[in-house]
C-alpha cells in the first residue's frame, strides 16, 4: 500500500487548501482513512477520518465546520477541504489508512502513511 499527499502550501489566515492523498496497491473497500497533522514539539493530531465504504466523518473539534473530509472511490483517492484556515493549523498534514472499516484518533492504529505535506498559515 502506498499513499501519497499532495497539496498543501503556504496561505494567509482566513484561506484555504485542499489536500489529497492518492492510495494505489490494494482494494481499500475496508479500510478506514484519516488525515493527522504534528506541528514542532507536538504529538501527532488525528484531523479528521471516514471509512472507504461511506458512513459518517469524523473531525477533531477545532476543525469542526472548517474542514471537509471527502473521497474519490473511482481515483482512489480522498481529500481534506480546509477553509477558514488559521495560524494555529500550521503543521505538517498527513495522510494515513488502517485496515479495519472503523474510526480511530489514535495515529498508532494506523499501518499505512503518507509522506506529509506542509500546511503553514501566517497571521
Known amino acids: 500500500v502506498q499513499l501519497q499527499a499532495s497539496g498543501g502550501g503556504l496561505v494567509q489566515a482566513g484561506g484555504s487548501l485542499r489536500l489529497s492523498c492518492a492510495a494505489s496497491?490494494?482494494?481499500?473497500?475496508?479500510?478506514?482513512m484519516g488525515w493527522f497533522r504534528q506541528a514542532p514539539g507536538k504529538e501527532r493530531e488525528f484531523v479528521a477520518g471516514l471509512s472507504w465504504s461511506g458512513g459518517f466523518s469524523s473531525y477533531v473539534d477545532s476543525v469542526k465546520g472548517r474542514f471537509t473530509i471527502s473521497r474519490n472511490n473511482a481515483k482512489d483517492t480522498w481529500y481534506l477541504q480546509m477553509n477558514r484556515l488559521e495560524p494555529e493549523d500550521t503543521a505538517v498534514y498527513y495522510c494515513?489508512?488502517?485496515?479495519?472499516?472503523?474510526?480511530?484518533?489514535?495515529?498508532?492504529?494506523?499501518?499505512?502513511w503518507g509522506q506529509g505535506t506542509q500546511v503553514t498559515v501566517s497571521s
Open positions: 494515513a489508512a488502517r485496515n479495519v472499516p472503523f474510526r480511530s484518533e489514535n495515529f498508532r492504529e494506523y499501518a499505512y
Open positions: 496497491g490494494r482494494s481499500f473497500s475496508n479500510y478506514y
